[in-house]
């Protein structure tokens, strides 16, 4: 199975700061990673996949890259509905079996 | 407008079983693949399933491969999770989402429309 690790597992952050998230796998999943936003007591919500093709009506501040086994979600310019945890997500397995990281917390600085 | 509505939450002993519904609205149901995510109190999101949309094909994580048993109705537009032989680690809120890609066999796993959860708890 392909184990997901993210880094750092929280930080704090300005509004206006830029924020960068390491999402990282246990074997190559060819840019099959998607990252998510969870506000608390709501349901997570997709901001980019493919690694990096935003989803549509996510802020063009939200980006991604990465390859092999190696990816970021950078956040430029924080604002304050960003505040919340990512998680990344690989859907590269074959037969299906969708690994999440364990989740990246941002709160206010 | 894509919804997802999630029911059948709710307390149950261990070794109980449970069936969760997810009813589907604002798409054609059948032409996408449909997974249940779990998340544990204070903790992370957990994958459990997946189905294609036309429902031949299903996937489980090891965690509950053997106990759970993922369905769906595409005349009705529901999609289901049986639990059986519950535990307490199964405790959670679950999750139903909807694949990206519209592709009656071809599961791609990227989740864009969730509902808003059911929690299950299990305890004695």
């Known amino acids: 199975d392909i184990q997901m690790t993210q880094s750092p597992s929280s930080l704090s952050a300005s509004v206006g700061d830029r924020v960068t998230i390491t999402c990282r796998a246990s074997?190559?999943?060819?840019?099959?990673l998607a990252w998510y936003q969870q506000k608390p007591g709501k349901a997570p919500k997709l901001l980019l996949y493919?690694?990096?093709r935003l989803e549509s009506g996510v802020p063009y501040r939200f980006s991604g890259s990465g390859s092999g086994t190696d990816y970021t979600l950078t956040i430029t310019s924080l604002q304050p509905e960003d505040f919340a945890t990512y998680y990344c997500q690989q859907y590269y397995s074959s037969p299906p079996s969708f690994t999440f990281g364990p989740g990246t917390k941002v709160d206010i600085k | 407008e894509v919804q997802l509505v999630e029911s059948g939450g709710g307390l149950v002993q261990p070794g109980g079983s449970l069936r969760l519904s997810c009813a589907a609205s604002?798409?054609?149901?059948?032409?996408?693949?449909m997974s249940w995510v779990r998340q544990a109190p204070g903790k992370g999101l957990e994958w459990v399933s997946v189905?294609?949309?036309?429902?031949?094909?299903?996937h489980y994580a090891d965690s509950v491969k053997g106990r759970f048993s993922i369905s769906r109705d595409n005349s009705k537009n529901t999609l289901y999770l049986q639990m059986n032989s519950l535990r307490a680690e199964d405790t959670a809120v679950y999750y139903c989402?909807?694949?990206?890609?519209?592709?009656?066999?071809?599961?791609?796993?990227?989740?864009?429309?969730w509902g808003q959860g059911t929690l299950v708890t299990v305890s004695s």
């Open positions: 189905i294609s949309g036309s429902g031949v094909t299903s």
């Open positions: 074997q190559g999943i060819s840019n099959s």
């Open positions: 604002g798409f054609t149901f059948s032409s996408y693949p």
């Open positions: 989402a909807k694949d990206l890609l519209q592709n009656v066999d071809y599961i791609d796993g990227v989740l864009d429309y």
């Open positions: 493919a690694a990096s």
